[in-house]
């Protein structure tokens, strides 16, 4: 809301849960190390993290990614888990192995389907059918097979209920995301999505409990105590691509001194991108500036 109405956004609230010691509240400076707000939480070691939500959301393990990993303008949810946490081990599965996977393991039983947001709006979206064609892509040279076997994969949205309730533990979100990839850049066309879906008999659902059960966090689930936080940074590194379609443009140069609240970069669109505290520029590039205080 800010960004539309030109206010610098330079501040973030986000949530810090799972694996912590102490579930935190916390307003971060934009640009402030991910890391610093899970140290904050009482997180020490080798701990995986997820940013966003549990189904949707980026997973960082690697201990070099999440150090490198700063709090941009969208980020809200910070998900510690255990390394051997079965939504980091499948995060972590090589894209190869996974479709080895999903060619060989899927059972059939299209319960991804039947609880497909997708399907039961009436789109033509069956990811039962996506992995059961996985197993004869190869064979699928014709354009117009290859369209009939995953166009639907343009109707998917990326919720990943597919993944959480699928028993064999397959990745039909990702392999939707593979054969989109396929349509678009191998086979050079694009299906339109289907706008005006029929809705499909109501089915029974999930209840968020069960969900939580589906993906390994009821231990982590309920009413969190939340500690509010507030959490200061001596330097900030400021990505400039924050918005949906393309970085913004630098302004500033090394060794300029800025005011927080500064804009730092524009690309003529949308508010542009700001310094989240004030000190002076040590380091920019096409990518985002370092300020320090
Ligand atoms: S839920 Fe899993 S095993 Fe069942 S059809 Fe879907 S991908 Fe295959
Ligand atoms: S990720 Fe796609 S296929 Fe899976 S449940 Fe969501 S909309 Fe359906």
Redesign the pocket.
């Known amino acids: 809301m800010n960004a539309l109405e030109e206010t610098p956004v330079t501040e973030r609230y986000l949530t810090v849960l799972g694996a912590v010691q102490k579930p935190l509240f916390l307003k971060v400076p934009v640009g402030a190390r991910l890391s610093a707000c899970i140290k904050a939480a009482g997180v020490i070691g080798d701990a995986a993290l997820i940013v966003g939500g549990p189904m949707r959301g980026r997973v960082l393990s690697a201990q070099s990614a999440i150090e490198a990993a700063v709090v941009t303008r969208r980020t809200e949810t910070l998900i510690v888990l255990p390394q051997n946490h079965p939504l980091i081990e499948k995060a972590r599965l090589p894209m190869d192995a996974a479709m080895k996977r999903a060619r060989s393991v899927c059972e059939q039983c299209r319960l ?1 389907t039947e ?5 039961r709006l009436g789109q033509n ?1 069956r ?1 039962n059918l996506i992995m059961r064609n996985l197993r004869r892509e190869k064979e699928l040279s014709e354009t117009e097979a290859y369209r009939e076997a995953f166009g639907d994969a343009v ?9 959480a309730v699928c028993p064999m533990g397959l990745q ?2 990702r392999m ?1 995301a593979y054969c989109l990839g396929g349509l678009k850049k191998n086979r050079g066309f694009m299906l339109p999505r289907q706008m005006q879906p029929v809705p499909r008999e109501k089915l029974g659902g999930l209840d968020t409990k069960r969900l939580e059960n589906r993906l390994g966090l009821s231990e982590y689930g309920g009413f969190h105590d939340f500690t509010y936080g507030e959490l200061t940074a001596a330097e900030v590194s400021i990505p400039f691509l924050q918005q949906a379609h393309r970085p913004a443009q630098p302004l500033k140069h090394v060794g300029d001194v800025v005011e927080k609240g500064e804009r730092i970069a524009t690309d003529g669109f949308c508010a542009g991108i700001h310094a989240s505290i004030g000190g002076t520029i040590t380091k920019i590039s096409a990518n985002g500036a370092v300020i320090k205080a």
Do not use: E, Q, V, W
């Open positions: 991804c609880f497909c947001p997708r399907y979206m990811p109707n998917c949205c990326f919720c990943g209920l597919c993944d039909p979100r939707n």
